[in-house]
């Protein structure tokens, strides 16, 4: 029995990434091997064991052949005479198919090492077009691996090409689409994610709603970028600059997609685009479903987002209406969440990217004002309704000498 370790722990080590989890394949073994030593089993399609001490996976080299459509659709066989070569064979890339030996020998059957030295995301064997979710794995590693200047070979690419126009796309489970894709989005270039997708066809079939922004103009004073997906795309890049939530992150790649719907004539202003974009935002999250805080978010900054950029002008009733919107008495951290991604979508524009943004201040201090009025500091004559309408007035109150002191600061 000889136990090496594989995949992204050795594709990390080599290339000084930082990493945690560590996969191991066991040559030569059969379960009950395994299982005499203490291992524990896990995994319902192929033998995968947990280490006694280290819960660490460890999985008998296997290989497998196509039996279906989708993700799902393999069949694997695990026997002791399998090699090496022969389960790293069936990964995804390249840089995915070495190993490691207990002394640190390297095992490259399949030239990981030179296109790790040469920045590349190249695939093992022609068997990479049987599984469809390798079209997002591989965006995703993009994504990842943008800052040392990896690039998706073009053979590669041709091959997700051929994923996207087949249908398997269509095959994989939500629950599988947004895994891979709130990991990507949660890298420090998740829009490499996203353009990947739409080079090889496959953001118009898993996501539609963000392919149909590219191409649509707008008012160049406001957004010298001009196309609607390069702005998406610039807003999701300040998100991860400033190391955003998950959710400020999928609000800011929503936040615009009412912009495809604006109707021709109107071009390239979009008026009521906020509105349009519930629609396409709410069938995003409903068909990966997307959990319901991020939904949430998501709809709330489609919705509102000018009425932050506004918000210096805004009338003191209208911000507290917004701010009662957001939920600001019970979730304080929706109100911050959705300053953020309106700052990101207010930034992520061409030459503008560093400009200052007064309003996330200007809100969140708003915020606080408000939160700090409370019924038990009302007179003890107010009862009943009138505590409701008084806590009401005391927060416009608030907020318009918040605006005073604001004025009053900038003369």
Known sequence: MRVYLVGGAVRDHLLGHPYHEKDYVVVGANPKQLLAQGYQPVGKDFPVFLHPQTKEEYALARTERKSGQGYHGFEFYTDINVTLEEDLIRRDLTINAMAMDEDGKIYDPYDGQQDLKDRILRHVSPAFVEDPLRVLRIARFAARYKAYGFTVAAETLAMMQQLAESGELQALTPERVWKETSRALMEQHADEYFEVLRNCGALKVLFPEIDALYGVPQRPEYHPEIDCGIHTMMSLQQACKANYSLDV???????????????????????????????????????????????????????????????????????????????VLRRPERVEAYVQACECDSRGRLGLENREYPQAKYVLDAMQVVRGIRAQDLPADIRGPDIGEMLIQRRIQAIEALKHRQVVANI
Not at 260 to 267: I, N, S
Not at 271 to 278: F, L, P, S, V
């Open 249 to 327: 992150r999928f609000a800011v790649l929503v936040h615009d997609l009412g912009k495809a719907l604006t109707p021709v004539d109107e071009l390239p202003r979009h008026i009521m685009h906020e509105e349009r974009g519930i629609k396409p935002v709410t069938e995003v999250c409903e068909r990966l479903k997307v959990p319901t805080n991020t939904k949430q978010l998501a709809l709330a900054v489609c919705k509102e987002h000018l009425k932050c950029h506004q918000a210096l002008t805004l009338k003191s009733g209208t911000l507290w209406r917004l701010l009662q919107r957001l939920d």
